[in-house]
């Protein structure tokens, strides 16, 4: 696991994340697996990002802190279901890994890389971002700290530039 | 497709409700868990369309002790598919998910849906690895499948037959932040 990766899993641990929703993605590989292995949190793969968001408002309503994993072309999928923590006021911490940016080689991927953060703001969510390593832990920390007292949206852009280039 | 009367059907499956959660896909069902009698426990969705059955599942998750039950329609269950083959994959066994079928999107014009063309959700949840699935067009066989609904002895799937009638709307609230506050307390959790 990436120095950075560690540091993003212990301000879950911190932060009291019990339930995490996730559509794979590389650069999530290793918090995937922290946290599948943790019997503290509860792993949902999900088929699509957007089930996601209703899964944590759900483990909300029960009593559980949640985050959501995704890639940035993910994003395009959750728009509509965007509306539904803003509706209620409930926290919903999303962690983005992004494609179609700095050193990308798929073009496919170019489009909704680009228009990652408006969309996200065009929803009425909060976007920070981490392009270096030793910036994630306390940007995620304070995004999880926003999104769960102040009962809203905030996602955290993790750039192509930190993750690295994909090798083909 | 004949079937139950929709307000009828909801009002026998919520009947001697005890500790049972209900979280409503938005249009009919939710005005037909409203019209069974507004609860503390209940949930309804305005919007977020495809959304019940992951809220249902997160929920089901994050308290084991208490039943959940999404009542919601058949276009809605369509619209998040793959929320069944999540909710397969989890089995939760404190979770049901009702689909009051009628074929045809009821707030829209009455339109045809899938389920009007073949689909069969029971098919689907079945083979995505739910525990049990009933389909039933009379209101006796609610009766007799009501207790599964607080049991917690196994991820189900209902589905209930339901004429494409359009009863007189009853309208839940709206408020969001109201009803989550509302179901947080009646769950024993702090109001925000």
Redesign the interface.
């Given at each position: 696991m990436e120095r950075w990766q560690d540091d993003i899993f212990q301000a879950m641990l911190e932060a009291r994340i019990?339930?995490v929703?996730y559509v794979p993605d590389a650069g999530h590989k290793a918090v995937i697996r922290a946290c599948e292995a943790d019997p503290g949190i509860?792993a949902?793969?999900?088929?699509?990002e957007?089930?996601?968001?209703?899964?944590?408002?759900?483990?909300?309503?029960?009593?559980?802190r949640?985050v959501l994993l995704m890639q940035s072309s993910g994003v395009g999928n959750c728009i509509?279901?965007l509306?539904?923590p803003q509706?209620?006021?409930?926290p919903l911490p999303m962690l983005v890994t992004m494609r179609g940016e700095w050193a990308e080689f798929n073009g496919w991927q170019v489009p909704m890389g680009q228009a990652t953060r408006p969309v996200l703001e065009a929803m009425g969510v909060i976007v920070y971002r981490a392009d270096r390593a030793d910036e994630v832990g306390e940007i995620v920390q304070g995004a999880f700290e926003q999104a769960f007292n102040a009962?809203c949206a905030v996602a955290v852009l993790l750039g192509q530039k930190l993750i690295g280039r994909k090798r083909w | 497709m004949s079937g139950m009367d929709r307000r009828e059907a909801v009002e026998v499956l919520l009947a001697n409700r005890r500790d049972l959660v209900v979280?409503t896909g938005l249009g009919s069902p939710a005005y037909d868990a409203f019209a069974a009698g507004d609860h503390d426990r209940n949930?309804y969705l305005w919007?977020?369309?495809?959304?019940?059955?992951?809220?249902?599942?997160?929920?089901?998750?994050?308290?084991r002790d208490?039943p959940v039950l999404v009542l919601t329609g058949d276009g809605e269950a369509l619209m998040?598919l793959?929320?069944l083959?999540?909710a397969g994959?989890?089995r939760p066994a404190n979770l049901t998910i009702a689909v009051l079928d009628n074929g045809h999107y009821g707030e829209t014009g009455m339109q045809a849906s899938h389920t009007a063309m073949g689909a069969d959700l029971a098919g689907v949840a079945k083979a995505v690895g739910f525990a049990w699935t009933e389909t039933v067009s009379a209101l006796a066989g609610i009766e007799a499948v009501r207790p599964h609904l607080e049991a917690r002895q196994g991820l189900g799937f209902l589905r209930l037959v339901v004429a494409a009638g359009e009863p007189p709307r009853a309208l839940p609230p709206r408020d969001?932040?109201r009803?989550?506050h509302r179901?947080?307390v009646a769950?024993?959790?702090d109001a925000?």
């Amino acid at each position: 696991m990436e120095r950075w990766q560690d540091d993003i899993f212990q301000a879950m641990l911190e932060a009291r994340i019990e339930q995490v929703g996730y559509v794979p993605d590389a650069g999530h590989k290793a918090v995937i697996r922290a946290c599948e292995a943790d019997p503290g949190i509860e792993a949902t793969v999900l088929t699509t990002e957007e089930e996601g968001i209703p899964l944590l408002v759900g483990a909300y309503l029960g009593g559980q802190r949640g985050v959501l994993l995704m890639q940035s072309s993910g994003v395009g999928n959750c728009i509509n279901l965007l509306g539904l923590p803003q509706l209620m006021g409930v926290p919903l911490p999303m962690l983005v890994t992004m494609r179609g940016e700095w050193a990308e080689f798929n073009g496919w991927q170019v489009p909704m890389g680009q228009a990652t953060r408006p969309v996200l703001e065009a929803m009425g969510v909060i976007v920070y971002r981490a392009d270096r390593a030793d910036e994630v832990g306390e940007i995620v920390q304070g995004a999880f700290e926003q999104a769960f007292n102040a009962e809203c949206a905030v996602a955290v852009l993790l750039g192509q530039k930190l993750i690295g280039r994909k090798r083909w | 497709m004949s079937g139950m009367d929709r307000r009828e059907a909801v009002e026998v499956l919520l009947a001697n409700r005890r500790d049972l959660v209900v979280v409503t896909g938005l249009g009919s069902p939710a005005y037909d868990a409203f019209a069974a009698g507004d609860h503390d426990r209940n949930l309804y969705l305005w919007g977020a369309m495809g959304g019940a059955i992951p809220l249902g599942l997160g929920l089901a998750l994050a308290r084991r002790d208490v039943p959940v039950l999404v009542l919601t329609g058949d276009g809605e269950a369509l619209m998040g598919l793959g929320a069944l083959a999540t909710a397969g994959a989890k089995r939760p066994a404190n979770l049901t998910i009702a689909v009051l079928d009628n074929g045809h999107y009821g707030e829209t014009g009455m339109q045809a849906s899938h389920t009007a063309m073949g689909a069969d959700l029971a098919g689907v949840a079945k083979a995505v690895g739910f525990a049990w699935t009933e389909t039933v067009s009379a209101l006796a066989g609610i009766e007799a499948v009501r207790p599964h609904l607080e049991a917690r002895q196994g991820l189900g799937f209902l589905r209930l037959v339901v004429a494409a009638g359009e009863p007189p709307r009853a309208l839940p609230p709206r408020d969001g932040h109201r009803l989550k506050h509302r179901l947080r307390v009646a769950l024993g959790q702090d109001a925000t």
